[in-house]
């Protein structure tokens, strides 16, 4: 399978074919090569260091789009135990852009919802590509309740590019299922953790993406508008997507400055694709401490600082 | 000069026309229907509700004349009027949020997209709100955000029930994630005071749509919408593009919404106030203690 590329990756790209090149004619009987291998490998190391190390919000969200970054169904795999998976919104269907499931965490059972992007195309029409349509949102709302009722814990994961805009979608209440899920999920008497793992587009993300905790992956995004359409919007021109990038605030560490998100869990370099098994334990750890300090906490009280923690966010000034 | 001539010089003459097609309440003395083409004095149509008289077109309405269409007279009150939006992450793509903000206070003459007051509707105590496409598209930014949410616990502390017109393009992007945020703490302040089993009724008006249809605009008891209101979360625009398919005839109306299960009643401005004061009548008016443990 071709490795996907990532613009800004290619000179790194470049130069590892050029290495691979010269291994190739090192084996094949030049051994005055190798202190020239040494040289280029260090200076990959270099390259990578330096790219990697500073990217720009648009690079970011090129990794956070990256097809081979982990996924929700990853983390609930990895993280989960005794999974039982809950179908359908008792309305009209069930939607595979949400996952919604019973899972056990370290022993804590929970109720675990998520978008879900599938990893090959044919998944990924099933699941259209993550993003949901209202039966999707109406099963989170489901599966939200069933958590208060039976005082589970609700772990979210964050992955798609925004609630679908399609004409069935509108036709169903796209809106309202959104609206839906945020009151409930507003006073939801049980502990929520939410984990942005991917892209965190718009009211699509929203709608199972506020709680007592926000965990955001260094690379991923969380945004009121994708960066093309803000740039669409603004300069008729959606290749200034990069620009946009850089105004809208969506970067993990963005929204810990914004007093939006608590945590940023640091990436390997160049992405938590490269290993993915170092992110799952990284993730599984600040999952691990939200719920311990969350749990145990009366239901009522858990809702009460949770309304007092959307009340503290926006920024405005007040005169005469 | 005969009268023939003097229709033709009428014809000829140079009105200063404005439609409501171009996203602003017009200024000019004369104003074209939108709909049917008719010239109209603006007088008139504000003397009317801005409902052309001719074909019952809804001219887009501001936010003081929708206060002052409801309100029963004198009883308004306005609440946070010095609440306005600051530009927190320094937005400048294409021209800087700062100017926006000034360019929309100037034509507005509002400090932000929507105006909250204390108000009585039929006699009944309210909280009432009323946004205006005039001020960034109404978009909802962290003033807006805070305003609504203020509205709904006012009215909670009052014993009041909120009525909220909305119009909107959604929220609003110069600020960003906070702008996001803003649905979930509306969303959270309407949902306390569905707990407190006090009415909210709310009005979309054309045209209200992302994340403020998406978040405390639809989460109304009674949700009303106005004649041809264009109502949705995505725009319509968006979802041609996206799905590459013709859009059906009357797509996002109100109308349309109505027959898909989405809003209670399609109500016509000249009925909107009798019928906002009567729904509030029943909503105030069980005869069972409303209330217990909740």
């Not at chain 2, 004369?30 to 809804?58: E, F, I, N």
Request: glycine residues 10%; negative net charge; contains cysteine.
């Amino acid at each position: 399978m071709a490795r996907h590329v990532m613009d800004f990756e290619r000179p790194i790209i470049e130069l590892e074919e050029k290495l691979a090149e010269l291994k190739r004619l090192e084996i094949a009987g030049m051994p005055e090569l190798a202190s020239e291998i040494e040289g280029l490998e260090a200076e990959i190391e270099r390259l990578r260091q330096t790219l990697y190390a500073a990217l720009s919000p648009w690079e970011k969200v090129q990794v956070a789009r990256h097809p081979e970054r982990p996924k929700t169904q990853d983390y609930l795999e990895m993280l989960f135990t005794d999974v039982v998976e809950l179908h359908g919104d008792r309305h009209h269907g069930d939607d595979e852009a949400i996952v919604a499931a019973l899972a056990t965490f370290d022993g804590r059972r929970c109720v675990v919802l998520g978008h879900r992007k599938g990893k090959t195309t044919k998944e990924n029409i099933r699941r259209n590509f993550g993003s949901p349509h209202p039966e999707g949102f109406r099963k989170a709302q489901r599966a939200m309740k069933l958590a208060e009722k039976f005082g589970l814990p609700l772990v979210t994961f964050l992955d798609t590019a925004g609630a679908y805009p399609g004409i069935e979608a509108e036709e169903r209440g796209q809106a309202w299922a959104i609206a839906e899920c945020l009151a409930t999920l507003s006073d939801l008497a049980v502990p929520v953790v939410v984990v942005g793992i991917g892209e965190g587009g718009s009211g699509g993300a929203l709608a199972i993406g506020f709680g007592d905790r926000l965990i955001m992956l260094e690379n991923a995004y969380y945004s009121v508008i994708s960066p093309e359409m803000c740039a669409l919007i603004l300069h008729k021109d959606a290749s200034r997507a990069a620009e946009s990038a850089s105004c809208l605030a969506m970067t993990a560490d963005d929204l810990v400055r914004l007093g939006i998100a608590d945590e940023v869990v640091k990436e390997p370099l160049g992405g938590a694709h490269r290993e993915p098994e170092v992110v799952f334990a990284r993730v599984a750890e600040a999952i691990s401490r939200a719920l311990t300090e969350l749990c145990g906490s009366d239901g009522a009280a858990l809702a009460e600082k949770r309304y007092a923690r959307l009340r503290a966010i926006g920024v405005v000034a007040e005169g005469e | 000069m005969p009268i023939n001539d003097w229709f033709k010089a009428r014809e000829n003459r140079k009105y200063t026309v404005t439609s409501s097609a171009s996203g602003d309440l017009p200024d000019g003395v004369w104003v074209k229907c939108a709909s049917c083409k008719h010239t109209l004095y603006q007088g008139d149509l504000a003397r009317g509700a801005w409902v052309c008289p001719h074909c019952a077109h809804h001219f887009e309405m501001n936010a003081p004349d929708r206060v002052a269409l409801l309100a029963d007279d004198g009883s308004f009150e306005e609440t946070d009027a010095g609440l306005t939006s600051v530009d927190p992450l320094r937005f400048n793509a294409a021209k800087p949020y700062t100017e926006s903000l000034a360019k929309a206070r100037e034509k507005s003459g509002l400090t932000e997209a929507i105006i909250t007051g204390r108000a009585a509707i039929g006699g009944h105590p309210v909280v009432l709100g009323a946004m205006d496409f005039r001020f960034i598209g109404a978009s909802m930014g962290s003033a807006v955000g805070e305003k609504v949410t203020r509205a709904f616990e006012l009215a909670e502390a009052e014993q009041r029930a909120v009525v909220l017109v909305t119009a909107s393009g959604g929220a609003r992007m110069q600020e960003g994630m906070l702008s996001l945020m803003q649905m979930a703490k509306t969303s959270a302040a309407a949902e306390r005071l569905a707990r407190a089993r006090l009415p909210y009724v709310s009005v979309l008006a054309n045209p209200t749509t992302g994340g403020v249809t998406a978040s405390f605009a639809v989460l109304a008891d009674v949700v009303l919408a106005e004649p041809g209101a264009l109502v949705g979360f995505a725009g319509p625009r968006l979802v041609e593009q996206t799905t590459r398919q013709s859009l059906p005839k009357g797509f996002q109306t109100a109308e349309f919404l109505m027959e898909h299960g989405m809003v209670d009643a399609v109500v016509p401005r000249p009925d909107l106030t009798v019928t906002l004061a009567t729904v509030l009548d029943y909503l105030t008016g069980g005869c069972v203690a409303a209330g217990g443990a909740s």
